[in-house]
């Protein structure tokens, strides 16, 4: 799983997992640069990364992209499909 081989092999290269935080917008800054600003602690504290793995749903990756002023079509396609268990 992730937890045994991911995130073991990030922290040991110097990753930093950040835990109980709410990303509230990515901008990039240059070609391979983004800023990060986060919710952590009560206050806003600003990351920079040359690298953003994003992967908060359907629902909050879209709404964190409009927030963050991507695309004007990010999260207009997003469809419900329901699904039902016949036994």
């Known amino acids: 799983s992730m937890t ?3 995130i073991p092999k990030f922290l040991s290269l110097g990753g930093e997992l950040i835990t109980e935080s709410e990303v509230l917008s990515i901008k990039k800054i240059s070609n ?9 602690s009560g206050e806003v ?5 040359d690298f953003v793995v994003l992967g908060a749903g359907a629902i909050n990756s879209s709404k964190l992209l409009m927030n963050s002023k991507y695309s004007e079509n990010i999260g207009k396609s997003l469809q419900f499909h329901p699904t039902f268990k016949l036994v």
């Open 32 to 40: 391979s640069t983004f800023s990060l600003d986060v919710f952590y």
């Open 4 to 6: 045994e081989t991911l």
């Open 45 to 49: 504290i600003e990351y920079h990364a």
